[in-house]
C-alpha cells in the first residue's frame, strides 16, 4: 500500500507515520530523513549540503529522483508511507506515486501551537517527543541514545504560525485533487495519539 500522509505542523504525521510502517511492515520515508541521510559517497552528497548548509530548498527535482531512488529499494516492495512530499501540487508534477490512500490529520491551529510548544526533539537521533502525550522517562534525555533532548530553533510561535500559513496556501488544490480522485480521507487529529492511530487504522482498512 502506498500512502501519504499530509497535515498541518503538530498533526502527528510522524507518529502515526512510523506506527503504520511498524504495523504494516512498509517504510515512512519522509523528505527530511532522506535528505539528512543521504551517504557520502552518493553524487548529489556535496550538492545538496551546500544547499541545505546556505539555508535554501533543495530543488524539488533533486527532491524528487532522491525519493524515486528510496520507493525502488526492496524494503519499498510492497509500499510505503510518504511524509513531506505532494501536498504541492507541483511535487506531484516532478514525482507521483501514485498514492492508494491520503489521510488528512486535521487538526486546528490552536492544537498546533499547544503541541509545538510541548514538543522536544533528540539532538543525536532525532527522535521526537511531547512532554504531555509521549515524555521521556528522564526529563531532559532521549529514551533510545540518552541525547539531550531541547526545542528546535524553527518552533517559535511567530515560525508555527507562517507555516500554517504556508500548510493552507499549498494544500487546497492538493486536497481538492486527492478529493476528486477519490483517495482522500480526512482523520480528526485532535485526539490522543492511539485514538488518532485508531481512526487511521479504521482508515486503511487493517
Not at 74 to 84: C, E, L, Q, R, V
Not at 103 to 114: A, D, G, W
Not at 144 to 172: A, P, V
Request: net charge negative.
Amino acid at each position: 500500500m502506498k500512502i501519504l500522509l499530509i497535515g498541518p505542523p503538530a498533526s502527528g504525521k510522524g507518529t502515526i507515520g512510523e506506527r503504520i510502517s511498524k504495523d504494516l511492515h512498509i517504510p515512512l520515508i519522509s523528505v527530511g530523513s532522506v535528505l539528512r541521510g543521504i551517504p557520502d559517497n552518493h553524487f548529489q552528497k556535496k550538492k545538496i549540503s551546500e544547499i541545505m548548509e546556505g539555508g535554501e530548498l533543495v530543488p524539488q527535482d533533486i527532491v524528487a529522483s532522491l525519493l524515486k531512488e528510496e520507493v525502488a529499494k526492496d524494503t519499498a516492495a510492497n509500499g510505503f508511507i510518504f511524509d513531506g512530499w505532494g501536498r504541492r501540487k507541483e511535487d506531484l508534477d516532478y514525482f507521483d506515486p501514485n498514492f492508494d490512500k491520503v489521510i488528512y490529520l486535521k487538526v486546528s491551529p490552536e492544537t498546533s501551537f499547544q503541541r509545538i510548544s510541548a514538543r522536544r526533539t533528540c539532538e543525536n537521533c532525532e527522535a521526537v517527543y511531547n512532554l504531555t502525550f509521549i515524555p521521556p522517562k528522564i526529563s531532559g534525555v532521549c529514551d533510545l541514545c540518552g541525547g539531550k533532548l531541547t526545542k528546535r530553533e524553527d518552533e517559535s510561535e511567530e515560525t508555527t504560525r507562517r507555516r500554517l500559513e504556508i500548510f493552507e496556501e499549498e494544500t487546497k488544490e492538493t486536497i481538492e485533487y486527492f478529493k476528486n480522485q477519490g483517495k482522500l480521507v480526512e482523520v480528526d487529529g485532535e485526539g490522543t495519539p492511539d485514538e488518532e492511530y485508531t481512526l487511521v487504522k479504521n482508515a486503511l482498512g487493517y
